[in-house]
């Protein structure tokens, strides 16, 4: 619960509106593919083109995925709810309406529990509606946007995806908590299976809401800060705009509702306009839709249906398996529960399997420039691999080494070793013999351990390690170099 | 013979088709003909597609003859409102802003019309986007009276009408949101039928009001009516409003009489308000029904005189939001402007007629924040009052009976100038408008300067086909003769 803002006496108060692309075959209101990428325009039909005459219907699957994110959020499913047209003028809105939810969204209602490096808190969720997309313009010209463009294109392909919509209480008071949040609504979502909610792409958007009070005062006003495109930017923005804010009010200004926009480049927000009044979008019922009543006991069925929960998971992974909380909030951000817990299932100690993961995995995954969660790595080579740690076979350091090979497809872990001769040597026979030479090599570094500097002996170690290409085991070489030193 | 084609029925032509007594072809060009000899003065189509009626009717005589299957009215030519899309064929809306437009589909409507091999012979004129009680505010021409050429068809669907009336055509498909059937074809002497909402689907049926729009059957005769209902009507999954069963068998029991039903004459339409003329044709078909074995009844309907207002609010409101998509972006009328906005705003600056803007404005200030409550939301629950009035009158009548339209065919141009009185030309039509009921007009006799006068039937939801069999048993007592007549009518319906 702290930000920059707690120091100064300010508190910052943030809700997150998310929008997630539903990943449903078809559109929220017609049968067009929701396929990424291709010419543009060429998924599209009179329906989410806003012909003359054309009409909604609306797409069973996302009315499905909606209600099971609002009951995974612990949400109430409302017996009947009704889509309302949002009206304002835009060329990427084929009808100058988006059909929205207004008073009566699909769920209402829910938690979310977010965990920070200060602990756990509970973030409410106010709603959980569905909507149809936009599609996407493009300005030719400098300015990039639409004033001042030359021309511009459109490209409805995106018109008509389903978007669910899911507004948070203003119960965040960080960016840290923001971020975690964020993270943790992405973890469901993708649990869910209802959309591959990629930031980056566009597929999961958050807009965040920001204002700064003194605790015990009425909140200030807020600002909407668009545009991040990872989590880190959320993060990145709300502090910037946390102390933007702060700023002004210190020094006298005064915060104005508007809409900002995040600069991932300059690291900055700055004024898209200002809401002098709140919109007018004219929302009424949209009279070319019927009321959305799913029956109770198809809602009882998704209910049943859940998958397990990142949470529940988590929980579960501390208890079954003593991993820490930070191990599992790492393995859970990388998108590597599912590979552990193969791997464990295989026969993996647990310890060795997480460090494995949260060490090497992550790094290699970090090296080629790849999600974690997108290697091709499963849990029965990763159960091998600390397999061959464990029986003596392969050291702790030579496994990233196998397994960057086995990510790259060249065998398996027991394979890669044997192929590249990487077995680790604990014969004491061959490992005695390079230890003297060591010994004779690095006659002062000896000295000093004969004189009782039991720590000199790394360097020794080392030597051995770097004479044996990292094969001979550690522990062994320890051992031997001691036994000789203490000899002498 | 073909010459006299065009006075025939539409079941007559029908069964002179499948008799094989006459070409499909021959009764298209019989119609194209009349079209081209009279449309100069009537000014009924804004689209006449000889083209492609010649090659449907083609097609079904080779159908015919080589013993493949053909449809229900297979060879019967029909003038189509010009708000229903046809794939490849412009589609304008009597606007200037979709005059070019060139829809790439099909209505539902139109693909059944083809299913039944209905021979569309164009697309009729119409009030702009359907908003309009005389054909007046199409951007193009106004449409003129068959039976006096200086006088209104009544609108919204007067194009298509007139054409019916004129003899162009024995079938007709309007489109009715608060009354642009029912009063046209009161103006003009023919039977037009408003179904149940959700009867027929709107998928295609370019929207003004979309909860209150639905597509009928306009006919000189109850039983073409029926028929060409029967062809049309059914559920379509495309459109979330449409019904998910069929509608009843509407021509099971057609010709079964009004003997013994309960017929209510509504209190509130019978007060002032109608011409003495109209006044007078429907008392005498109230007595007419009761002569015939109906048991006659007063009923009330007490918030039906709030209908015009809530309708005058709830159909503007839908209509400023679906009007909203034609903005030179996609499709349509484009004006260059500097910018995007300006480019949208001169686009629609040009392509709307004033009773659209009016009705933009009037819709757009409905719905506003701090207004919706007091408007939009209010108008909402007139709605549902009327519903209720409607439910009540129901439990203890099987239909109930009014006036159509308050006065006979007015001259050309003489409400233009005052909207107010040209909304009040829906006053009878919009409550069951607003409760989504079945509503139908047919012609009892003729008023003030000779001109025909419709009576209303109003039925329970999906009982059009109760409301079709007391106008079929009405209508062979009046006998009414579907001519136009007078010193100012289109001449004679052959060629």
């Known amino acids: 619960m702290t930000t920059a803002a707690t120091a100064t006496g300010f508190q910052a108060v943030i809700g997150l509106e998310v929008h997630v692309e539903l990943a449903t075959r078809t559109k929220m209101f017609c049968g067009c593919r929701t396929d990424f990428g291709g010419d543009p325009n060429v998924r599209t039909c009179p329906v989410c083109l806003g012909q003359p005459g054309s009409l909604p219907v609306v797409n069973r699957g996302a009315v499905e995925s909606a209600i099971r994110l609002g009951l995974a959020l612990g949400g109430e499913v409302a017996p009947s709810s009704q889509f309302h047209r949002k009206n304002y003028f835009y060329p990427d809105m084929p009808k100058n309406y988006q059909i929205s939810q207004y008073d009566v969204p699909i769920c209402s209602g829910g938690v979310l529990e977010v965990t920070t490096s200060h602990g756990t808190t509970l973030v409410g969720i106010t709603r959980v509606h569905m909507e149809e997309d936009t599609g996407k313009s493009l300005h030719a010209g400098t300015s990039g946007r639409i004033q001042g463009a030359e021309y511009s294109l459109v490209d409805y392909n995106r018109a008509g995806i389903p978007l669910l919509e899911v507004v948070s209480e203003p119960d965040i008071r960080s960016a840290e908590e923001a971020q975690a949040y964020l993270t943790e609504l992405r973890a469901i979502v993708l649990a869910l299976g209802i959309s591959d909610a990629k930031l980056e792409e566009g597929s999961m958007r958050c807009d965040a809401n920001v204002s700064v009070h003194r605790p015990g005062e009425p909140f200030g006003a807020r600002a909407e800060v668009k545009n991040m495109n990872s989590v880190r930017s959320l993060g990145r923005a709300i502090a910037y705009e946390v102390d933007r804010q702060v700023a ?48 109770p006991a198809w809602i009882e069925e998704l209910r049943a249906g859940l998958p397990e929960l990142p949470a529940a998971i988590r929980r579960r992974l501390v208890d079954a398996h003593r991993l820490s909380a930070e191990q599992v909030a790492t393995l859970a951000g990388a998108g590597l529960i599912p590979v552990f817990e193969e791997a464990v299932a295989a026969g993996s100690p647990p310890v060795d399997a997480v460090n494995l993961l949260t060490n090497d995995v992550i790094a290699l995954a970090s090296e080629r420039g790849f999600d974690p969660a997108d290697l091709a790595l499963t849990g029965a080579q990763l159960a091998e691999l600390t397999g061959l740690v464990t029986d003596g076979t392969l050291s702790t350091k030579l496994a990233r080494e196998v397994l960057g090979d086995v990510l790259a497809g060249r065998g398996t872990p027991r394979e890669v070793v044997a192929e590249r001769g990487l077995e680790q040597i604990s014969d004491t026979s061959e490992l005695a013999a390079i230890c003297d030479e060591v010994i004779a090599a690095q006659a002062d570094a000896a000295q000093k351990v004969r004189d009782g500097n039991r720590k000199a002996v790394g360097a020794l170690v080392g030597a051995v390690m770097r004479a044996t290409q990292g094969r001979a085991n550690p522990r062994v070489v320890n051992q031997l170099l001691m036994e000789r030193l203490d000899r002498c | 013979m073909a010459d ?24 298209a060009r019989a119609h194209l003909e009349r079209v081209a000899a009279t449309d100069d003065q009537l000014k009924a189509f804004v689209t006449v597609t000889d083209d492609a009626a010649l090659a449907h009717a083609r097609d079904i005589d080779r159908r015919r003859a080589a013993e493949e299957p053909v449809g229900a009215l297979a060879g019967v030519p029909l003038a189509l409102k010009d708000v229903l899309c046809t794939k490849g064929v412009r589609t304008t809306c009597g606007s200037r802003i979709l005059q070019t437009y060139r829809p790439p589909y099909d209505a539902g409507v139109v693909e ?115 028929h060409l209902l029967a062809a049309i009507a059914g559920p379509d999954p495309r459109d979330s409003t449409s019904i998910p069963k069929p509608l009843p068998d509407v021509l099971a029991g057609l010709d079964d009489g009004v003997s013994g039903l309960r017929i209510g004459v509504v209190a509130e339409f019978m007060a002032e308000g109608m011409s003495d003329g109209v006044r007078a044709m429907v008392e005498a078909s109230v007595e007419r029904l009761a002569g015939l074995g109906a048991e006659i009844v007063e009923v009330s309907l007490p918030h039906a005189g709030y209908g015009l207002a809530a309708y ?64 939009y939301a209010q108008a909402q629950r007139v709605r549902t009052l009327i519903a209720r009035d409607f439910a009540a009158a129901f439990e203890t009548c099987d239909v109930l009976v009014g006036p159509t339209s308050p006065t006979v065919a007015f001259p050309l141009g003489e409400l233009t100038a005052d909207p107010l009185a040209m909304y009040a030309n829906d006053v009878y039509a919009v409550p069951a408008s607003l409760a989504g009921l079945p509503a139908m007009s047919l012609p009892v006799g003729l008023g003030e300067a000779g001109m025909p006068v419709g009576f209303q039937i109003m039925a329970p939801l999906l009982r059009d086909d109760l409301m079709l069999r007391a106008a079929r048993a009405l209508e062979a007592e009046v006998g009414f003769d579907a001519m136009p007549r007078g010193p100012n009518a289109l001449a004679g319906a052959a060629i």
Request: proline share 4%; net charge negative.
């Open chain 2, 4 to 27: 006299e084609l065009t006075t025939r029925s539409a079941l007559q032509l029908r069964d002179l088709v499948a008799h094989g007594e006459v070409s499909a072809e021959e009764v």
């Open chain 2, 112 to 226: 059944r019309l083809r299913d039944a091999d209905v021979v569309v012979l164009g697309k009729a004129n119409c009030d702009e986007f359907a908003m309009g009680s005389s054909c007046e505010n199409s951007a193009f021409f106004p449409t003129r009276n068959p039976w006096d050429l200086d006088r209104v068809p009544g609108g919204s669907s007067g194009g298509s009408v007139a054409a019916v009336a004129g003899f162009q055509a024995p079938l007709g498909v309007g489109t009715d949101t608060g009354g642009s059937i029912r009063q046209p074809a009161a103006l003009c002497g023919l039977v037009g039928v408003k179904p149940t909402y959700g009867a027929v689907s709107r998928y295609g049926l370019i929207a003004f009001a979309s909860s209150l729009d639905q597509a009928g059957p306009i006919a000189r005769s109850v039983t073409d009516a029926a």
């Open chain 2, 312 to 375: 005058y609010l709830i159909a503007p409101s839908e209509a400023s939001s679906n009007l909203s998509r034609y903005d030179g972006v996609r499709y349509g009328l484009r004006v260059d402007g500097a910018t995007t906005e300006a480019m949208m705003a001169a686009t629609r600056e040009a392509g709307f007629g004033s009773e659209v803007k009016r009705r933009i404005m009037i819709g757009t200030y409905a719905l506003s924040a701090g207004y919706y409550d007091a408007y």
């Open chain 1, 248 to 295: 002004l009010v210190q020094a006298g200004g005064t915060v104005v509702l508007q809409t900002r926009h995040w600069d991932e480049d300059r690291g900055a927000t700055s004024t898209l306009r200002v809401k002098e009044t709140l919109e007018d979008y004219r929302y009424f019922p949209d009279p070319d839709l019927v009321a959305v009543e799913p029956e």
